[in-house]
């Protein structure tokens, strides 16, 4: 199928996105033209560092959005990609059903684990063998506190999937995950197979069993339906497809739940601090440098939900005090699980410096932003970001914040709207089916947002100063580990 035809036919193609806080269905036509768009909320389960999510409610609402953008497009549909969000575990039995509550990436339970295995070196040991750091929410410190403190979940499980293969199991009946979920931790990313000797580092050989077969480079099948369905990679990989970025160099900044950057590259660079991950593609040979950092929209809806101020007065706001806000600066590590990206520091917190009574909620609101796009800057200096940069994810809608953000990076930022995850998710599964799309319609970004020169060169300055206080922060964060 052509862009060319998408005039007369209405034949649309649905991308699947299982976001952390929210399941969206979105249908394209041939064109990449959005026709439709269903969502649901599923919630989490947070208290003491630990955060949980209801698989039974996850896979409610996969169904509920597929049959409701279905039920809304005037046509077939031809096909159906997946994607969702990464990292931490979800236990289930043979038929895919939950053994116990799924542990989200955002878990903190592991930082014990964690902190443990930075002061061994396991935790360097695996990056230089597979460029993947781990944080507390990754699946293997989950696995290992699991196989400590809960063992008889992991004796009854028959697999421990990541939310988008557990989804794909009980649609199809098919266990695989795709190689961009294996990457973290346990694949080996030349061979493209799974790593033993990780495996043992962890402590968890013995509980291989429970890892999905890696299909290479996804798995395919059919709904009861009869409809073509791909399970593609996992969220940050298929913004990045959604987005256009494959050529080595260019980078893709989601700003959503985290911050992730990526940047598409053909080396494979095992030197420098360990931090982040190295996705493995379709493309053998070339890779995501990712740096997915805990810090994103959640630290600014936090410091809405404490002021008081409603995200429609966000870019009113932003405008209405300058750069540098008065002095105030905000160091946003507001996870409880600390950061793990461009550096893995469990125990780091946030901070709000320069503060006095004359300070104003604008102030605060913009210095958050502001320190979200100091951190969404060293996550692309890390990665190595070389060529142009899209943007995507819901801090998109806030014009202001993309100007301040472009300022920050001092670059121009190409704009990709329209549930990009669901659009890669869609590019994925029909290459993968044979199916062909204009994968340059389906990626042109809705916008250009240029840098201005005086603001860049202030912030340029600015950044060096948030890397200061930052190297202080972790400072103080490691000191509170001893």
């Given amino acids: 199928m052509t862009a060319t035809a998408a005039t007369t036919d209405t034949t649309a193609y649905v991308g699947i996105d299982v976001g952390t806080s929210a399941v969206k269905a979105a249908a394209f036509d041939a064109g990449g033209r959005t026709l439709a768009v269903e ?134 009946g098919t266990r695989a995950t795709d190689v961009s979920d294996a990457s973290m931790p346990f694949l080996d990313p030349r061979t493209r197979t799974y790593d033993d000797e990780v495996l043992q580092a962890l402590g968890i050989a013995h509980r291989r069993g429970l890892l999905p077969p890696v299909s290479d480079p996804a798995a395919t099948g059919q709904l009861a339906s009869g409809t073509r369905i791909a399970s593609g990679p996992y969220d940050l990989a298929a913004c990045a497809l959604g987005a256009g970025v494959t050529a080595p160099g260019d980078g893709l900044l989601i700003v959503g739940t985290c911050l992730a950057s990526l940047v598409a590259t053909r080396e494979f660079d095992l030197t420098g601090e360990p931090a982040g991950l190295y996705i493995s593609t379709d493309r053998t040979g070339q890779w995501l440098r990712a740096m997915p950092a805990m810090v994103g929209t959640a630290a600014l809806d936090w410091v809405l939900r404490t002021t008081g101020v409603q995200h429609t007065e966000v870019d009113a706001l932003l405008d209405a005090t300058p750069p540098g806000s008065h002095g105030v600066r905000v160091l946003p590590y507001f996870a409880p699980s600390g950061e793990r990206a461009p550096f893995v520091e469990p125990r780091l917190r946030a901070e709000l410096t320069g503060v006095s009574l004359e300070s104003t909620t604008a102030d605060l609101v913009r210095a958050t932003c502001e320190g979200i796009g100091f951190a969404a800057r060293h996550c692309l200096d890390a990665a190595g970001l070389s060529g142009s940069l899209a943007i995507c994810g819901g801090g998109t809608r806030s014009p202001a914040w993309m100007r301040l953000f472009a300022d920050v990076l001092g670059r121009p930022l190409r704009i990709v709207e329209g549930e990009v995850g669901a659009r890669g998710a869609v590019l994925a599964s029909a290459e993968r089916h044979g199916v062909e799309l204009d994968t340059a319609a389906w990626t042109a970004p809705t916008a250009v947002v240029e840098p201005d020169p005086e603001r860049s060169e202030f912030y340029a300055q600015a950044y060096e100063e948030h890397l200061e206080r930052l190297a202080g922060s972790r400072a103080r964060a490691r000191a509170a580990r001893t």
């Fill in 39 to 172: 969502s649901r909320p599923v919630g989490l389960d947070i208290k003491d560092g630990r955060v949980e999510q209801d698989m039974d409610e996850v896979y409610g609402a996969v169904v509920d959005v597929l049959a409701a953008v279905t039920a809304a497009v005037p046509g077939p549909v031809a096909l159906i990609g997946l994607t969702g969000q990464g990292d931490g575990v979800w236990l289930v039995d043979d038929s895919g059903r939950p053994v116990r509550p799924a542990i989200s990436w955002m878990d903190g339970r592991a930082h014990a684990l964690v902190d443990a295995w930075q002061e061994s070196g396991v935790l360097a040991s695996v990056f230089r063998r597979n460029g993947g750091a781990m944080f507390p929410g990754s699946p293997g410190p989950v696995l290992a506190w699991l196989d400590r403190h809960e063992p008889a979940s992991l004796d009854t499980a028959a697999a421990a999937l990541t939310c988008k293969d557990m989804v794909f199991q009980r649609l199809t």
